[in-house]
């Protein structure tokens, strides 16, 4: 795993009215690993994702990912960068079928145009065979196969986070940032998921990774950056993240002795 | 055994489409006979209607957009054929041309009405798109003066019909012993065209835009996310959808050898928008039986004038408003109880190939 | 320069109209995030019963002034029940649906009003009967007539009174707290179907005096003058800064000068291109701009609504 820097956020701040949401946060993700973002609720942590994949513009900042700025960019300038992303309060395309979510996500990286379709030329035709098959694969990768036909809005609600995951790959990122993908999972589900991540890892996807459940996010994780108030107060491995006073005291507060 | 019964499945399958289109195509005579001919007439402007239902499905079913004012589309397509084949400017281009010509002048228009609603939530952009209708209608009225170009409130008149060499659609024409009035001929026009519209409606949905559509529709944010870009495709949503109205406006221009402002109303707009949504929203199927059934049966019920004077002694109630008035009913009924339409869309079970080994 | 002084005075007027119908649009876009695509028509209610109260007083004898406050308070209260009715029936049960349903409902009753006035008063314009003696003021070379400032006054006190009542009373604070978290004001002892359905009867009552203030104006009703009227109350509350009060207030009263004096210019600005034929659109495209280059009106907050 070679230590190259992936992603790079430097200074970004964000004001909502005379709310600070993010205050001078940098972080930096190598390519390769997996990095946790943790913080007590409120601090800032989706609206820094938000800031990365161009939801929301940053009133300061640079970003920099795989040496190219992407700063103000749109969201789906960012997902053609090789960013993609699952959310917080999950959503997926209720009215379409888990496979068509996952092709879906083959869109940034197709071509067929309205005269494709309507003529069916050749290219149409064979770009749709690989896009169902492509869906499908990632599907069975992530343990939905037998929902495929299924609407998203019925699917059980860890099958929808993982969908979530699924259509996210189809758009072939560098780097996939997930928010909160364990939330709401009992402990079955969250190793399940964790098998899941990993095998996305090695796969060579970089994972940027927003969670509560310290267990996850501490095994999982080669690198944690800590939020509090929207500033970084800590950044660096697990172990010494942990034992950060710091990061202790945001989480615990400062009342106890 | 499953291999006989999938043979015959499809083979019935088979014949009941072979049996639609045969009924389609004896329809008018039929029709004639049994109704008179201002029937035919009737299912003839029903055909113009599923075009534009399903250009307007486009726009509202699979993208999502509540379009107000779609009719204008409808209107710019049937002035651009009447300005350039009447006596309006002296200019007589075929229809071959025309056509095509007036998809395309819709189609910008698609675009130009719609770019300023890209960042407007469903609300606003009903009323923006209302708006815009009634603009062009205004125009449409107006713009007799200083420079006679619409010819105001009069309209247009004295259309040139569709002909192709000598063939002329106004003409009838006899073959193998069945009489083709001008209806009849036009019937035959439009029922091709609206099913290539309905193939082409299919085509999109099932296709990487027209998922892009739905996913825009189901979460704009979500779509975005996935690397859609938004902007271009809703604009691709109006121009489809404009381009649909424009060669229905087309079309209709040559039938009725005459265009007002009178004929693209805001209600109008409505009545399409009621096609789309009582049929079906999003569903091919449905906008078509939507359309069928929305110029079919306020027919129907212009006998309820006679009828009323047969009962009542006097017409009570005029059977357009009557008209309106059920539709208006119509309306909230069906949100009330049914908003996803009288056939709604169910998402068709694409199954993946790694799934079913055999296929299909 | 006396054509400015007239068509500004004619516009403050018909603005002041314009002002009392958006108050029933924002006030319910406010509270529901719907717009009551049916206000218009429930103002055409009315503006007709009111009419038609006129008809048949007008002949008994009975004075002028009472008269019109009869017809006042008989549209009054066709025009509350009429709102009320259309909320609990159509709209309640749709409060949780997307966002397309109760449009196209709203769209479904305003199809319904018209053409049940259409059934009841006909399809043909009916005349006002005369009930006031104009008597009209000179102002810097303009006309003011009695009548245009009576309803001027009128409505500017019903916006005044309205005003407070949001500010001061009871109910009026109910209605903020349920305009602005409904959830929470429920959970503070706030009955928001009581205040919704409230909201309704106020809205369709200041309508229905709109509607009274229309007919004595132009002289005349009509089963489809809801359309215009409301398409362009409308667009003063978006102007104006939608669910908004005073918003509503501003938007009216701008939209009716800006109306009067681009339909008094516009000939002479267009070397003639363009009439006062084309009155109409001017509050189309002030919608349009407004809603493209600031969504949130003259006085709304600015809400961020980004991607």
Redesign the interface.
């Known amino acids: 795993m070679a230590d190259e820097v992936l992603l790079s956020a430097t200074g970004i701040r964000k004001h909502?009215g005379g709310l600070a949401a993010l205050s001078d946060v940098s972080i930096t993700v190598r390519r390769g690993e997996i990095f946790g973002l943790i913080g007590p609720n409120g601090a800032g942590k989706t609206t820094l994702f938000n800031v990365l994949?161009?939801?929301?513009?940053p009133d300061a900042g640079t970003l920099s990912f795989d040496g190219i700025r992407i700063d103000g960019l749109?969201?789906?300038a960012v997902?053609?960068h090789g960013i993609?992303?699952t959310?917080q309060n999950i959503?997926?395309?209720?009215?379409?079928?888990a496979?068509?979510n996952v092709?879906?996500?083959?869109?940034?990286?197709?071509t067929?145009?309205?005269l494709?379709?309507?003529f069916?030329t050749r290219h149409?035709v064979a770009?749709?065979q690989a896009?169902?098959?492509r869906?499908?694969?990632l599907?069975?990768y992530c343990g939905l196969?037998?929902r495929?036909?299924n609407?998203a809005r019925d699917l059980p609600y860890g099958d929808q986070r993982r969908l979530e995951i699924a259509?996210?790959l189809a758009?072939e990122p560098k780097l996939l940032a997930l928010d909160e993908p364990a939330a709401g999972m009992n402990a079955t589900e969250t190793t399940a998921l964790t098998a899941l991540l990993e095998r996305i890892r090695a796969d060579g996807v970089t994972l940027l990774l927003i969670e509560h459940d310290m267990k996850l996010v501490m095994g999982l994780s080669h690198s944690v950056a800590v939020l509090d108030y929207g500033e970084k107060i800590a950044e660096g491995e697990p172990e010494s993240v942990q034992r950060n006073p710091r990061v202790i005291e945001a989480y615990l507060g400062g009342g106890f002795a | 055994m499953s291999i006989n019964a999938l043979l015959t499945g499809q083979r019935v399958r088979w014949a009941a489409w072979v049996a639609i289109a045969l009924l389609l195509l004896a329809l008018p005579f039929i029709t004639e006979a049994v109704l008179g001919r201002s029937w035919v007439r009737i299912i003839a402007v029903a055909l113009l209607f599923v075009m534009l239902a399903l250009g307007l499905n486009i726009v509202v079913g699979f993208a999502g957009l509540l379009d107000l004012g779609y009719i204008a589309f409808f209107a710019v397509g049937a002035y651009s054929y009447a300005l350039l084949a009447s006596p309006q400017f002296a200019v007589h281009w075929p229809f071959l041309v025309l056509l095509p010509l007036g998809a395309a002048i819709a189609a910008v228009f698609g675009i130009l009405l719609g770019a300023p609603t890209l960042r407007l939530r469903g609300d606003y952009l009903a009323i923006v798109t209302l708006g815009f209708g009634e603009i062009i209608r205004v125009f449409l009225n107006n713009l007799n003066r200083p420079v006679n170009i619409t010819n105001g409130p009069q309209g247009i008149t004295l259309i040139d019909p569709l002909q192709i060499g000598g063939f002329s659609l106004a003409q009838t024409h006899t073959f193998a012993g069945l009489t083709f009035s001008s209806v009849h001929n036009y019937y035959f026009v439009f029922l091709i065209c609206a099913a290539l519209s309905i193939a082409l409606s299919l085509r999109l949905e099932n296709s990487r835009i027209g998922r892009a559509w739905v996913a825009i529709r189901d979460d704009e944010l979500a779509a975005s996310a996935m690397g859609i870009n938004t902007r271009n495709i809703k604009l691709l949503a109006f121009a489809m959808g404009a381009t649909f109205g424009g060669v229905a406006g087309g079309l209709f221009a040559s039938f009725q050898g005459f265009v007002s402002p009178e004929s693209f109303q805001l209600i109008d707009s409505i009545m399409v928008l009621c096609m789309v949504v009582l049929g079906g929203m999003g569903n091919v199927a449905g906008v078509v039986l939507g359309a069928v059934l929305l110029t079919a049966l306020p027919e129907a019920l212009r006998y309820v004038g006679p009828l009323q004077q047969r009962w009542l002694g006097h017409v009570m109630v005029d059977p357009a408003d009557l008209r309106m008035l059920l539709f208006g009913l119509a309306l909230v009924l069906m949100m009330l109880l049914r908003p996803e339409g009288i056939w709604p869309a169910r998402r068709r079970i694409v199954s993946a190939p790694t799934e079913n080994p055999h296929g299909g | 320069m006396d054509i400015f002084a007239q068509q500004l005075i004619n516009g403050l007027v018909l603005g002041s109209i314009y002002a009392l119908v958006a108050l029933g649009y924002t006030m319910v876009y406010g509270i529901l995030g719907l717009i009551n695509f049916a206000h218009g028509d429930i103002t055409m209610v009315g503006a007709l019963v009111a009419l038609t109260i006129v008809q048949a007083l007008s002949a008994a004898g009975i004075p002028a002034p009472v008269i019109l406050v009869l017809a006042g308070g008989g549209a009054m209260i066709v025009c509350a029940t009429l709102g009320l009715s259309i909320e609990r029936v159509a709209y309640r049960p749709l409060r949780r649906a997307p966002r397309l349903a109760p449009l196209i409902t709203a769209i479904g009753v305003s199809i319904l009003l018209q053409y049940s006035a259409a059934l009841i008063w006909g399809k043909q314009y009916i005349a006002m009967p005369k009930l006031l003696e104009p008597a009209a003021i000179n102002i810097a070379g303009a006309q003011l007539t009695t009548l245009q400032l009576a309803i001027f006054l009128l409505a500017c006190t019903i916006m005044a009174g309205l005003l407070w009542f949001i500010k001061a009373r009871r109910m009026g604070r109910a209605m903020r707290a349920t305009e602005q978290n409904p959830d929470v004001a429920g959970l503070m002892g706030v009955n928001t179907n009581t205040v919704i359905a409230f909201t309704f009867i106020l809205g369709s009552a200041i309508g229905a005096i709109a509607g009274l203030m229309i007919v004595l104006y132009y002289g005349i009703g009509h089963y489809f003058m809801g359309f215009m009227l409301g398409l362009k109350a409308f667009t003063a509350a978006v102007l104006g800064g939608i669910g908004n009060v005073g918003g509503a207030v501003l938007g009216g009263l701008l939209l009716g000068v800006i109306e009067s004096l681009a339909s008094g210019y516009i000939g002479d600005l267009t070397g003639g291109v363009f009439g006062s034929n084309y009155r109409d659109i001017f509050a189309f495209l002030v919608l349009v701009v407004v809603l493209v280059l600031r969504p949130s009106g003259l006085l709304g907050q600015h809400s961020g609504d980004r991607a």
């Open positions: 909502f994949t161009g939801l929301t513009r749109k969201p789906h997902a053609r993609a992303r959310f959503r997926l395309f209720g009215s379409m079928t496979l068509e092709m879906v996500g083959r869109h940034l990286r197709s067929t145009g309205v494709g379709a309507a069916r149409a770009e749709e896009i169902t098959k869906a499908g694969e599907l069975e196969s037998a495929s036909g609407l259509r996210a758009t």
